[in-house]
């Protein structure tokens, strides 16, 4: 069973808007969330996280939400550049069930055209 | 620093043979997990090694074995390979086991079974 989902499997965006990558999950264990940005022949690069204690985490052009009640989170990209260009995951672990063992989501390709 | 390094980058084996590889962690870092990404699927968890010791463990057959060494380098080994088995094996290194954290990853292994 998926407890990890990213039901947009790719998305396009236009240089200099904003991007918005969305993830479910299903486990109420989890308590820490992170999305990795993954390009073509390297392993994944840490971005962004967030506790389940808070609903916003910021860093500079990157900034997760945490929605507990709907299990939601999303990443927003602002301003989007083509650099960005790249798979991106989301992760949950909740070390009382699993450790640091991460739950991946299947990935998102996201592309900013110039 | 030096990152998280995998050797080999690239393996073709075939079909009933077996495969070992390995993963140095950053230094300092005790906690090595392996990850197994195919096409469409996001990275699948395959077992977690702190102190020598297997942690946790994913839902693979025991064809997938590990190990790890006490200056904390790591070794997975796969028996009787399928071609099912083609896949990226990522690792990820973390300084300690129970702990919200993100984990850093090398660059992957490519194996491909023909």
């Known amino acids: 069973d998926q407890q990890v989902k990213q039901n947009s499997p790719s998305l396009s965006v236009q240089e200099g808007r904003i991007s918005i990558l969305n993830c479910d999950y299903t486990n109420s264990m989890f308590d820490y969330f992170l999305w990795y940005k993954k390009y073509p022949a390297e392993g994944p690069t840490f971005l962004i996280s967030i506790s389940s204690i808070k609903d916003k985490n910021e860093d500079g052009r990157f900034t997760v939400f945490l929605n507990k009640s709907a299990k939601h989170l999303s990443l927003h990209i602002v301003p989007s550049q083509p650099g960005d260009s790249a798979v991106y995951f989301c992760a949950a672990s909740g070390w009382e069930t699993s450790g640091s063992r991460l739950t991946f989501g299947e990935g998102t390709q996201l592309t900013v055209n110039p | 620093k030096a990152g998280v390094t995998q050797t080999p980058r690239y393996l073709i084996k075939t079909r009933g043979q077996q495969v070992t590889l390995s993963c140095s962690p950053i230094?300092?870092?005790?906690?090595v997990s392996w990850y197994q990404q195919t096409p469409g699927q996001g990275l699948q968890f395959l077992f977690e090694y702190f102190s020598e010791t297997q942690r946790n463990k994913g839902n693979f057959p025991g064809r997938f074995s590990g190990r790890q060494f006490s200056n904390s380098r790591s070794e997975m080994n796969v028996s009787t390979l399928e071609l099912g088995d083609s896949a990226l094996y990522l690792c990820?290194?973390?300084?300690?086991?129970?702990?919200?954290?993100?984990?850093?990853f090398g660059q992957g292994t490519r194996l491909t079974v023909v």
């Open positions: 230094s300092g870092h005790r906690s």
């Open positions: 990820a290194s973390s300084p300690v086991l129970f702990a919200n954290t993100e984990a850093f």
